[in-house]
């Protein structure tokens, strides 16, 4: 079993930052990548990016690339999503989550998931 928790999420200004963190316990050997989706009020969850447990690489939304990087921790099993030039579109509840083997892009079917953490980008 894996457990994630996020954290970080809060109100912020457009064109700020947030960096959001999830991190990762239990037998996380069985990850294959970790993600990040958000779920704005009123809309289906969408995929922001998610990043190869292992390998580090990593693939973004074209509406967040270039503006979010994901990166790994490995020692402390911790994912960052850090979030630069915020728009109020980027506003949502921020979910990580997990898959224990390779999918293709665009799946929705995860295997573990955290809590949520709710970000609020203001004009």
């Known amino acids: 079993q894996v457990q994630l928790v996020e954290s970080g999420g809060g109100l912020v200004q457009a064109g700020g930052s947030l960096r959001l963190s999830c991190t990762a316990s239990?037998?996380?050997?069985?990850?294959?990548?970790l993600g990040w989706l958000r779920q704005a009020p009123g809309k289906e969850r969408e995929f922001v990016g998610r990043?190869?447990?292992?390998?580090?690489?990593?693939y973004y939304a074209n509406s967040v690339k270039g503006r979010f990087t994901i990166s790994r921790d490995n020692a402390e099993n911790t994912v960052n999503l850090q979030m630069n030039n915020l728009k109020p579109e980027d506003t949502g509840v921020y979910y990580c989550?997990?898959?224990?083997?390779?999918?293709?892009?665009?799946?929705?079917?995860?295997?573990?998931w955290g809590q949520g953490t709710l970000v609020t980008v203001s004009s």
């Open positions: 989550a997990a898959l224990r083997r390779f999918r293709p892009l665009g799946t929705d079917n995860y295997d573990w």
């Open positions: 990043i190869t447990w292992s390998g580090g690489i990593t």
């Open positions: 239990g037998r996380t050997s069985n990850i294959y990548h």
